[in-house]
């Protein structure tokens, strides 16, 4: 057949299909529609905001508010499509400011249900009404001059009946409006939310000043109790919010709300920023849950990348991965001592410039000296030491290490109490009782010692009088040699001895007697990640876990009260972090008003 008289394959669609095609991009479900009616209730300036849901918003979703309304020559232009008052050339998408700006929002609401608005400026004598239905308007009529705008939307997907099918229960499709009323609360503290189903109030927010008193509102008491403040910034960025106390960490994932701009988003950066900030504080099996705001410049984000702007692209992706990452760990470095000590718990803000000068901590040992005797006497394998003589000027073996690295701390209350079958140590520290383990616990200790001396690159070595050699395969021993120089980076001198063994000369100093097979073993297990590991710190952390792990205080050794207390001191100069860095537990703890509940002291005159 002649290709002249072929019929035409391409044409240009209907305007009725192209909205549904544009509301199926934006309309995904009820609580889509209530998420694109308070972004522009906000943009509008509403303080006051009302959300009433029917059925779960199938029925009716009616969005009112008290901004600034809309006048009557705009009220039908503001169904067209790419209709918008929030941009005005393509200059302005580089700087949007605004929660909402393609345009599309109420033309796709309105072409896949019912549509009532009425609504009025403050200056007008009289009020708008437009009624649609799936997109064909009628005429506007008076309504009463009540500033703002109400906005009704019914029978939502009336004529898309596919689509209206796979939705879910009413039940779970009210659950995603409720999301979305508590996302636009979170980042609105200063706005009115109240949210009714079937008649029936569900969420009231009051406006309050502060973002902390928002997520009391939202997440109660018990949430915020669990929690410590994040607080950073850094050329143009700054990072504000609450995040879990690891000791609280669970395995569910609730919440992980993050708010940039105030535009609620997922972002990947972040979450692997937040993951790597926690690091070896997290217990295995758990995860963060957190509220973080971030701030940055508009020209420095793109909002403009996903339909419903659930995404965003930062122009610096890698500054912000830092902030989030060393504000994590600023969060993480003190706070846990501050509670439990009962210190003022207002945390300075945090100002990330270099990684070595603020991954440094000003909280640890006053004083490394050791005397020779107590030092001789536990590398001989003592188990006690005199009770007598300054507990707090010494610093045990196990525990030891150049004096350089320590600065002026204050100084705990430790009661040391005793020890539970040589491997739990109990004591009073600050206003709680502890039950430490004294293995994870030490090891916490050497680990954040060794980290600290890395991010310095300063790990020194103490030689071993006798090398000790390590017969391994082939393969093993061409891996353990391959890396040698890295090793010695962290501490460790081995060398070749003979054909298929290895043999350890030097250890980081304060590791004591180390378990060479073991820790051989281990490392070997550490190195074949290294390839696969996408930054050196992710290759470096578990080396240096191995190392704090086989140089810590075993359990089943008996332990003097001194040896507690000073164990006990490190731990808690260290930030009392609740896990060692393989994510074990350090301790247990009960605070007075827990002890208070145990024995019924509650209410007690």
Same mark, same amino acid.
């Given at each position: 057949?002649?290709?002249?008289?072929?019929?035409?394959?391409?044409?240009?669609?209907?305007?009725?299909?192209?909205?549904?095609?544009?509301?199926?991009?934006?309309?995904?479900?009820?609580?889509?529609?209530?998420?694109?009616?308070?972004?522009?209730?906000?943009?509008?300036?509403?303080?006051?905001?009302?959300?009433?849901?029917?059925?779960?918003?199938?029925?009716?979703?009616?969005?009112?508010?008290?901004?600034?309304?809309?006048?009557?020559?705009?009220?039908?232009?503001?169904?067209?499509?790419?209709?918008?008052?929030?941009?005005?050339?393509?200059?302005?998408?580089?700087?949007?400011?605004?929660?909402?700006?393609?345009?599309?929002?109420?033309?796709?609401?309105?072409?896949?249900?019912?549509?009532?608005?009425?609504?009025?400026?403050?200056?007008?004598?009289?009020?708008?009404?437009?009624?649609?239905?799936?997109?064909?308007?009628?005429?506007?009529?008076?309504?009463?001059?009540?500033?703002?705008?109400? *906005? @009704?939307?019914?029978? $939502?997907?009336? /004529?898309?009946?596919?689509? %209206? +099918?796979?939705?879910?229960?009413?039940? !779970? &499709?009210?659950?995603?409006?409720?999301?979305?009323?508590?996302?636009?609360?979170?980042?609105?503290?200063?706005?009115?939310?109240?949210?009714?189903?079937?008649?029936?109030?569900?969420?009231?927010?009051?406006?309050?000043?502060?973002?902390?008193?928002?997520?009391?509102?939202?997440?109660?008491?018990?949430?915020?109790?669990?929690?410590?403040?994040?607080?950073?910034?850094?050329?143009?960025?700054?990072?504000?919010?609450?995040?879990?106390?690891?000791?609280?960490?669970?395995?569910?994932?609730?919440?992980?709300?993050?708010?940039?701009?105030?535009?609620?988003?997922?972002?990947?950066?972040?979450?692997?920023?937040?993951?790597?900030?926690?690091?070896?504080?997290?217990?295995?099996?758990?995860?963060?849950?957190?509220?973080?705001?971030?701030? *940055? @410049?508009?020209?420095? $984000?793109?909002? /403009?990348?996903?339909?419903? %702007? +659930?995404?965003?692209?930062?122009?610096? !992706? &890698?500054?912000?991965?830092?902030?989030?990452?060393?504000?994590?760990?600023?969060?993480?470095?003190?706070?846990?001592?501050?509670?439990?000590?009962?210190?003022?718990?207002?945390?300075?803000?945090?100002?990330?410039?270099?990684?070595?000068?603020?991954?440094?901590?000003?909280?640890?040992?006053?004083?490394?000296?050791?005397?020779?005797?107590?030092?001789?006497?536990?590398?001989?394998?003592?188990?006690?030491?005199?009770?007598?003589?300054?507990?707090?000027?010494?610093?045990?073996?196990?525990?030891?290490?150049?004096?350089?690295?320590?600065?002026?701390?204050?100084?705990?209350?430790?009661?040391?109490?005793?020890?539970?079958?040589?491997?739990?140590?109990?004591?009073?520290?600050?206003?709680?009782?502890?039950?430490?383990?004294?293995?994870?616990?030490?090891?916490?200790? $050497?680990?954040?010692?060794?980290?600290?001396?890395?991010?310095?690159?300063?790990?020194?070595?103490?030689?071993?009088?006798?090398?000790?050699?390590?017969?391994?395969?082939?393969?093993?021993?061409?891996?353990?040699?391959?890396?040698?120089?890295?090793?010695?980076?962290?501490?460790?001198?081995?060398?070749?001895?003979?054909?298929?063994?290895?043999?350890?000369?030097?250890?980081?100093?304060?590791?004591?007697?180390?378990?060479?097979?073991?820790?051989?073993?281990?490392?070997?297990?550490?190195?074949?990640?290294?390839?696969?590991?996408?930054?050196?710190?992710?290759?470096?952390?578990?080396?240096?876990?191995?190392?704090?792990?086989?140089?810590?205080?075993?359990?089943?050794?008996?332990?003097?009260?001194?040896?507690?207390?000073?164990?006990?001191?490190?731990?808690?100069?260290?930030?009392?972090?609740?896990?060692?860095?393989?994510?074990?537990?350090?301790?247990?703890?009960?605070?007075?008003?827990?002890?208070?509940?145990?024995?019924?002291?509650?209410?007690?005159?």
């Amino acid at each position: 057949m002649p290709a002249a008289s072929c019929s035409a394959k391409i044409h240009v669609l209907p305007d009725d299909v192209v909205s549904r095609i544009a509301a199926g991009e934006v309309i995904e479900r009820p609580a889509a529609v209530v998420k694109e009616l308070l972004e522009n209730s906000l943009d509008a300036g509403g303080l006051h905001i009302t959300v009433d849901v029917k059925d779960g918003g199938l029925a009716l979703i009616r969005v009112t508010d008290d901004g600034e309304g809309i006048s009557r020559a705009d009220l039908p232009r503001a169904f067209e499509r790419h209709a918008t008052s929030k941009l005005r050339s393509d200059r302005d998408l580089a700087s949007v400011t605004t929660m909402g700006f393609r345009g599309e929002a109420l033309p796709s609401i309105a072409s896949v249900s019912h549509v009532l608005v009425a609504t009025a400026a403050r200056q007008d004598g009289v009020g708008s009404q437009l009624a649609l239905v799936a997109g064909a308007g009628g005429p506007i009529v008076d309504a009463p001059p009540v500033p703002g705008t109400r *906005i @009704e939307v019914s029978n $939502l997907f009336f /004529n898309q009946p596919a689509r %209206k +099918k796979f939705l879910k229960s009413t039940t !779970t &499709e009210f659950s995603h409006i409720s999301h979305v009323v508590q996302l636009a609360g979170l980042a609105w503290p200063s706005v009115h939310f109240r949210l009714t189903h079937n008649g029936q109030e569900i969420l009231n927010y009051p406006a309050v000043t502060a973002d902390r008193d928002r997520i009391l509102q939202v997440f109660r008491q018990a949430f915020l109790d669990r929690t410590i403040e994040v607080r950073g910034r850094m050329g143009g960025l700054s990072i504000r919010g609450v995040m879990v106390d690891p000791v609280h960490a669970r395995s569910s994932k609730m919440p992980q709300e993050l708010f940039v701009n105030r535009r609620p988003i997922r972002n990947a950066t972040v979450f692997h920023a937040v993951m790597e900030g926690y690091g070896s504080f997290l217990p295995k099996g758990s995860h963060p849950t957190f509220v973080l705001f971030l701030d *940055i @410049e508009p020209d420095r $984000l793109d909002v /403009n990348v996903h339909p419903t %702007k +659930k995404e965003v692209r930062f122009a610096e !992706t &890698e500054s912000l991965h830092q902030l989030v990452r060393q504000s994590v760990r600023h969060a993480l470095g003190g706070s846990e001592r501050k509670v439990v000590l009962g210190l003022s718990q207002a945390a300075p803000e945090f100002v990330p410039t270099d990684e070595r000068q603020t991954s440094s901590r000003p909280d640890s040992h006053p004083d490394a000296s050791l005397s020779a005797r107590r030092q001789d006497s536990l590398a001989n394998g003592s188990d006690r030491v005199s009770l007598s003589g300054n507990v707090e000027g010494a610093q045990l073996a196990f525990a030891h290490e150049a004096a350089s690295v320590y600065r002026q701390a204050e100084k705990p209350e430790i009661v040391p109490l005793g020890q539970i079958l040589r491997t739990y140590l109990v004591a009073q520290v600050g206003e709680e009782l502890q039950v430490v383990d004294q293995h994870t616990a030490h090891e916490r200790v $050497l680990f954040q010692r060794l980290w600290r001396g890395w991010q310095g690159r300063e790990i020194p070595s103490q030689p071993l009088l006798i090398p000790e050699p390590i017969e391994l395969s082939a393969a093993q021993c061409m891996l353990l040699l391959k890396r040698c120089d890295d090793l010695e980076k962290l501490g460790l001198l081995i060398e070749p001895f003979g054909a298929t063994a290895i043999a350890i000369r030097g250890v980081p100093v304060g590791l004591g007697k180390v378990d060479a097979a073991g820790l051989v073993q281990d490392l070997l297990d550490d190195l074949t990640e290294w390839d696969s590991a996408s930054s050196l710190e992710l290759r470096v952390q578990p080396v240096l876990a191995s190392l704090a792990c086989h140089g810590a205080v075993r359990a089943g050794r008996a332990l003097a009260l001194p040896e507690i207390q000073q164990l006990i001191y490190d731990w808690v100069q260290e930030g009392l972090i609740m896990t060692c860095p393989h994510g074990r537990r350090t301790a247990f703890r009960l605070s007075t008003d827990e002890l208070a509940k145990l024995f019924g002291r509650v209410g007690w005159t």
